[in-house]
């Protein structure tokens, strides 16, 4: 069974992480969940309520950290996914994070992001030229980086796929998968 990794920390948040975890599961994958220390994380709900200019949260689920940054050994996992909510903002200055993302970026392995989580590859000089949506509030952050900002629910550039918020997870998840599953059997036809 490959391995995943999924990217969190706390206030990540809570659909964009659960959903694209048990899809992995679904799909014959084992999701490995990373953060800056191994502990359980808070995981939160973000919505924009009627009347409101910025995002409420709320506490939701936990999720316990199976490997550390400082422990991941990138060889070792097929793919990666950028989680959002509010986490990326804190954790994107971890150089192990920053490496990880780097080894995803230059060795074309398939790469998911959403929402906030575009912050990490932006940070670690990832998005130069790459397509993709994000949550309208971190166009900013894509554009600055060299990145190129669509507003769609799916977005694939080549390796990379991106959504913009929770509610894109229906349309951008299952490419990605398809991404995985078919880096998957080129590397079984390469080893045959």
């Known amino acids: 069974m490959e391995k995943v990794l999924i990217v969190i ?3 990540t948040e809570l659909l ?3 959903y694209p975890y048990y899809r992995l599961q679904e799909a014959g994958f084992q ?3 990373i953060a800056p220390e191994k502990r359980r994380y808070q995981l939160v709900l973000h919505e924009i309520k009627p009347g409101w200019t910025i995002t409420k949260e709320w506490e939701g689920y936990t999720l316990d950290c199976d490997v ?3 422990e991941v050994n990138e060889l070792d996992y097929a793919g990666i996914f950028f ?4 986490a990326p903002e804190y954790i994107r200055y971890d150089e192990n994070l920053v490496r990880i993302t780097k080894h995803f970026f230059e060795t074309g392995k398939p790469i ?3 929402c906030h989580g575009v912050e990490i590859p932006a940070y670690a000089g990832c998005v130069d030229g790459r397509r993709m949506a994000t949550v309208a509030k971190c166009q900013f952050d894509l554009e600055v980086c060299g990145g190129i900002y669509v507003d769609e629910a799916c977005v ?3 390796n990379l ?3 913009r918020t929770y509610r894109d997870n229906g349309y951008y998840i299952g490419p990605w998968i398809d991404l995985l599953l078919k880096a998957g059997a080129d590397k079984q036809a390469i080893n045959a």
Request: charged share 15%; glycine share 20%; hydrophobic share 35%.
């Open 31 to 33: 999701p490995v969940v």
């Open 9 to 11: 920390g706390d206030a």
């Open 112 to 114: 998911a992001s959403v």
């Open 161 to 163: 796929v991106s959504g």
């Open 16 to 18: 964009d992480t659960m």
């Open 83 to 86: 989680s959002g909510g509010r």
């Open 68 to 70: 550390p940054f400082s």
């Open 156 to 158: 694939i550039d080549g």
